[in-house]
């Protein structure tokens, strides 16, 4: 499901579309400039952050989710594969 919304999303030209695919553990195949959901600074300048396979998250992940839905006021979504 995650791959079918990101390919929708990179087809709209009202977004503009930064991603990152775990591939392996410790391996990921990311576009240019995508902060680690740890990095609250690097979040700012994104309006929503949408998650495939939040079961995969680590508890670090969750709490830059976390600080940045609730500091920032940006959207997170989950999709449930």
Known sequence: MST???RALEDDRRFVVSSRVSVSRGLSAETAGVPALTDAR????FDAIVVG???????????????????RGGSVVLLMD
């Open 42 to 45: 690097g979040l700012e300048r």
């Open 53 to 71: 396979a939040p079961d995969a998250l680590t508890a670090a992940d969750v709490q830059g989710l976390e600080r940045y839905a609730r500091g």
């Open 4 to 6: 079918f919304v990101r």
